[in-house]
């Protein structure tokens, strides 16, 4: 089989999810490529798009929210969204990629490409199969405008929603989000602080605000610093991502018994050589999360999908969800005390997320083509 992932840099969580199952898939040996598909038509318009969306969510999440809410209102009306018109543009180099690289099936953990391969089909352009892979737990605005041949979603109980925004129920798969293999490794926490040079005797706080590194995670560390400052046992450890301007600022701070770290390819070991997980709702890091067994707060919520990522979450035992406010270090400290607490948020993503959906989306891949 010859697939093609198509993915946008607008959030780590989409490429991740991308490269999840490009991995799955050169491991049962078909030919696979991922790309961004902007960069067929300009480097420099790719890296635009993904410049402005990450800015946003790092500067300015409450615009970013109120686009989410803007969209939410604009699927009500009886036309298209300026989003499908838009990628429009790319459906003629589209065409020509296809042309000099035909491929099976394109699977698109993003909404950006299924727009336009959507534009190609109307328009009357021949295209492989398709597969839309959901990335959040809820069916985000305009995902009703695309037409694909499959749409994998992250749980069973989310099929209502979708098919209540257009999406045909015999289309929905509900196999989950795809997560790299790292984070199916099955390593105590033990083994996993040996591993990473980390104090045996200690709890360490894993805190993060996905790859691009938002929400307020200055705020979270100096409440927890200060309310834990007198307590040995216990130390922060902070993973910035992409946002050097963060990490530059925590490192001049020099914050006592936090460890601050730009990015790290040692995520899922950190994660689960944690007693806990602080981090905003993001489909992907959540579900990374939930994979490795790790319990999770969710805080610092971005406005739109990730609210509702955080009220599933919540809502189905598999984490806290709490803004910053002065109960934060008190929660902390509740899960830190009570391994119960933490015991029953990994029982119940153990019952609900499906850690193999890289290799079932793969098979489904090969069943459409």
């Known amino acids: 089989m010859d697939a093609l992932i198509l993915s946008c840099g607008t959030g780590g969580g989409h490429d991740a999810a991308g490269k999840a199952v490009y991995e799955e898939m050169k491991k049962q040996g078909h030919q696979v490529t991922m790309l961004n598909p902007y960069t067929l038509k300009s480097k420099k318009l790719s890296e635009g798009i993904d410049r402005t969306y990450i800015s946003t969510v790092q500067h300015m999440p409450g615009a970013f929210g ?4 803007i969209g939410n209102l604009y699927r009500r009306l009886p036309f298209r969204s300026p989003v499908y018109f838009i990628n429009r543009g790319m459906t003629d180099v589209m065409q020509e990629y296809f042309a000099e690289h035909p491929v099976d099936i394109v699977i698109m953990p993003h909404l ?3 727009e336009i391969l959507t534009n190609m089909k109307q328009h ?12 959040d737990y809820v069916c985000i605005p305009f995902t009703e405008e695309t037409n694909c041949d499959a749409y994998v979603i992250p749980a069973p109980d989310l099929t209502e929603d979708f098919v209540g925004k257009g999406i045909p129920r015999e289309k929905l798969y ?6 790299n293999s790292s984070f199916l490794e099955e390593r105590t926490r ?8 980390l104090k045996a005797d200690k709890k360490y706080i894993l805190i993060a605000g996905g790859s691009m590194g938002g929400g307020k995670i200055e705020k979270t560390i100096e409440e927890l610093q200060r309310y834990f400052s007198d307590r040995e046992e216990v130390e922060l450890i902070v993973v910035c991502g992409s946002n050097q301007k963060l990490h530059q600022k925590l490192q001049e701070e020099h914050f006592p018994g936090v460890t601050v770290l730009e990015h790290t390819d040692r995520m899922a070991s950190y994660m689960r050589a944690s007693h806990l997980f602080i981090t905003k709702p993001g489909g992907l890091s959540s579900t990374e999360a939930a994979v490795c067994h790790v319990p999770i707060l969710h805080t610092s919520t971005i406005p739109g999908c990730e609210s509702c990522n955080a009220q599933y979450f919540a809502g189905h035992g598999m984490s806290i969800s709490e803004n910053l406010t002065d109960e934060l270090p008190r929660i902390v400290e509740e899960v830190l005390q009570n391994p119960d607490k933490g015991a029953e948020m990994v029982a119940c993503q153990k019952k609900i997320i499906n850690a193999t959906a890289a290799a079932d989306i793969c098979r489904l891949a090969e069943q459409l083509v």
């Open 112 to 114: 950006f490409p299924a």
């Open 66 to 69: 109120a686009v989410y809410k």
């Open 124 to 135: 009357g352009m021949e295209i492989p199969k398709t597969m839309f892979i959901a990335t």
């Open 190 to 197: 033990e083994q996993e602080k040996q591993l990473l040079g």
């Open 174 to 179: 509900p196999l989950g989000i795809p997560t």
